[in-house]
């Protein structure tokens, strides 16, 4: 598959100066999304030659620009370690070089320590967790600048079989009933359960003395409004490497972004789908028919017959064309979360909406919970994965959900408008 390379650089953090986390999005001069002119994830403005931006979603970034600044006076940090001491703190002499600043604007210092990330800055490991940090905070800025309200609880945990994660959680705001953003950085020995579901998909794997060395990390959060016509959304990207007995590495991105709408509106259904098909297009025409084919499948909730919401873009075990290649694909459709889905809350924030409203989008989180509980795969491997943080890994979970017995919509409502869609998806974008 041969793919267009594009600049990917429309969310990038403004590298301006300051003494705590955060400062760089109330200081920098155009803030942290649409920042034109600010260099890149480990790479300069012209990297790849491709195409920037397409039209639409050059135009939604721009509506964007200023959603972030003022978003840290709705951010609570709990549980975070100092930023200029302790064990992953800067040492105080390499305060003021560009990783430094760099990592001011996430929700907490990385998960690695800042002198490995230096150690190796072009290895994946390394551009992949600057990443996810960074589209951590993009995601938590632009989500607490919309409720204006709740704050989010920046929960900093360690793994004692190696690393650990970040989870951000927004709770009862005034637009989001439940809000999560978070991400891991693991590594360890990967269980026989996670090792199995692998070899499921295709991996070949050979254990050396039963350990099957692993690295794992990756971003995901899922975003439920109280709002019954304000859609919520899942994203995440991941990558893994994983080393068999014969010291051979096996590397795979995965990832992808749905949306699941209690009730079905056309132009938000278009709206986001043609968001993340421009993100995919500067890669490749094939991918965004192919990733939107597979979100179809796999968000189907087969004792239901019905997908989990209108679909998007999923992908796994991305391999090829090359290691950079796929990285970059996955930074652009990373980048095109906040376009994709922030119009969209806004919009219907307000609306007013009855109690039958309200009713049916409990039971439609019910599916949601059922789907994330019995089919997620993302779910059974921090499930089946030694030293897992539980509260993490169901923070997809909503806050309120609801189950009828026999429910069933009356017939040509809004209702079973949805479910049509849910039973038979669609092309949105032609």
């Known amino acids: 598959m041969a793919w267009r390379l594009g600049a990917g650089a429309w969310g990038r953090m403004a590298r301006a100066g300051g003494g705590e986390p955060g400062a760089c999005w109330r200081r920098g001069a155009a803030g942290p999304i649409g920042a034109g002119g600010t260099r890149g ?29 003022a978003a840290f006076g709705h951010v609570q940090r709990a549980g975070m370690v100092a930023w200029s001491s302790g064990p992953r703190g800067r040492p105080e002499e390499e305060e003021d070089d560009e990783l430094a600043r760099r990592c001011r604007c996430f929700m907490a210092p990385p998960v690695t320590d800042l002198r490995e990330l230096r150690a190796r800055p072009g290895d994946m490991k390394t551009r992949m967790e600057l990443l996810i940090l960074e ?60 090792a199995k579901q692998m070899r499921s998909r295709g991996k070949n794997l050979k254990t050396k003395d039963g350990k099957l060395p692993f690295s794992a990390m990756g971003v995901s959060s899922v975003i439920h409004p109280k709002n019954p016509h304000a859609p919520t959304i899942h994203f995440n990207y991941r990558y ?12 795979w991105f995965g990832g992808g972004c749905d949306l699941t709408p209690t009730y079905l509106n056309q132009e938000d259904a278009v709206h986001f789908h043609r968001t993340l ?41 991305l391999d090829s064309p090359s290691k950079d290649e796929v990285f970059r694909f996955v930074e652009s459709c990373a980048q095109a979360v906040v376009p994709s889905y922030i119009p969209l809350v806004k919009k219907h924030r307000s ?53 009828e017995y026999m429910h ?21 974008v032609h």
């Open 351 to 403: 609306d007013s909406f009855t109690p039958q409203e309200k009713l049916w989008q409990q039971l439609r989180r019910g599916r949601y919970v059922e789907f994330n509980l019995l089919y997620d795969r993302g779910t059974k491997f921090g499930l089946f994965t030694p030293g897992s943080r539980i509260e993490s890994i169901l923070m997809s979970l909503p806050l309120t959900a609801r189950w």
């Open 135 to 194: 589209t951590q905070a993009q995601v938590c800025q632009a989500l607490a600048q919309v409720d204006g309200g709740a704050r989010f609880s920046v929960d900093r945990w360690e793994r004692k079989e190696g690393g650990g994660g970040i989870s951000c959680v927004l709770q009862d705001g005034h637009v989001f009933e439940k809000a999560g953003v978070s991400i891991s950085v693991v590594h360890g020995n990967l269980s026989e359960e996670a």
């Open 277 to 317: 098909k421009e993100a995919c297009d500067r890669h490749g025409p094939d991918l965004y028919p192919k990733f939107k084919k597979w979100c179809d499948e796999y968000f189907f909730i087969a004792h239901r017959g019905e997908r989990r919401g209108i679909g998007g873009i999923f992908f796994d075990d």
């Open 41 to 69: 994830l480990g790479h300069g403005p012209a990297a790849g030659g491709g195409p920037r931006l397409g039209p639409g979603l050059a135009a939604a970034l721009a509506g964007l620009a200023g959603l972030a600044a």
């Open 240 to 251: 893994f490497e994983v080393e068999d007995a014969d010291g051979n590495k096996q590397w």
């Open 408 to 428: 069933s919509p009356s017939e040509n409502s809004k209702e079973a408008e949805i479910l049509e869609v849910l039973r038979h998806p669609r092309d949105w």
